[in-house]
T-cell receptor, first 111, second 115 residues
Framework: AQSVTQPDIHITVSEGASLELRCNYS??????LFWYVQSPGQGLQLLLK??????LVQGIKGFEAEFKRSQSSFNLRKPSVHWSDAAEYFC?????????FGAGTRLTVKP | EPEVTQTPSHQVTQMGQEVILRCVPI?????FYWYRQILGQKVEFLVS????????KSEIFDDQFSVERPDGSNFTLKIRSTKLEDSAMYFC?????????????FGEGSRLTVL
């Protein structure tokens, strides 16, 4: 069965610093992978997705993610974090009939 | 840009009461979903729905839950007799495709508080 692991529950970075949020997946076939962001009290907004092709995908808000099949990973990165990036980030794997989410990583941005 | 809309945004109810959460999926989408997020926890799959029937459901989706598409636009989640542990944010999502390439579009969520 498909599953997603986000090893970091909470990460704190300084504004302007780089960011990497980790995501590992388990899926029997080639996965379709997503990153969503959730601001407090808000819904889920899609940041980026990987279906096939180039393993480095660009998303909105300056985010990118790299699919590494050998490591079963799909880590999210941003070169310079802004205070408005503080939110909960969810990695998800697309299954045949639905989507399964990781537990989420809460990002705090220090001034 | 088309979006999934959910009502109410927040509902408070007494334990044992029935609750109906409503969703209007994106108009040309065919696959509909409900997810739940208990405060501070992960987003959990509840149920998927296609062609007027449930496609898949999780172990969370017991007999207290039901879904319905009563007309051409609404997709509802009913909890027959709410329990305290049903307090959560409920997200509706829709997709144009059953294939894994299909992206799920999520609504803003309905927060349910059971007292």
């Amino acid at each position: 069965a498909q599953s997603v692991t986000q090893p970091d529950i909470h990460i704190t970075v300084s504004e302007g610093a780089s960011l990497e949020l980790r995501c590992n997946y388990s899926y029997g076939a080639t996965p379709y992978l997503f990153w969503y962001v959730q601001s407090p009290g808000q819904g889920l907004q899609l940041l980026l997705k990987y279906f096939s092709g180039d393993t480095l995908v660009q998303g909105i808000k300056g985010f990118e993610a790299e699919f590494k099949r050998s490591q079963s990973s799909f880590n999210l990165r941003k070169p310079s974090v802004h205070w408005s990036d503080a939110a909960e980030y969810f990695c998800a794997v697309g299954a045949d009939n639905d989507m399964r989410f990781g537990a989420g990583t809460r990002l705090t941005v220090k001034p | 840009e088309p979006e999934v809309t959910q009502t109410p945004s927040h509902q408070v109810t007494q334990m044992g009461q029935e609750v109906i959460l409503r969703c209007v999926p994106i108009s040309n989408h065919l696959y509909f979903y409900w997810y739940r997020q208990i405060l501070g926890q992960k987003v959990e799959f509840l149920v998927s729905f296609y062609n007027n029937e449930i496609s898949e459901k999780s172990e969370i989706f017991d007999d207290q839950f039901s879904v319905e598409r009563p007309d051409g636009s609404n997709f509802t989640l009913k909890i027959r007799s709410t329990k305290l542990e049903d307090s959560a944010m409920y997200f509706c999502a829709s997709s144009s495709s059953r294939d894994r390439a299909g992206e799920l579009f999520f609504g803003e969520g309905s927060r349910l508080t059971v007292l």
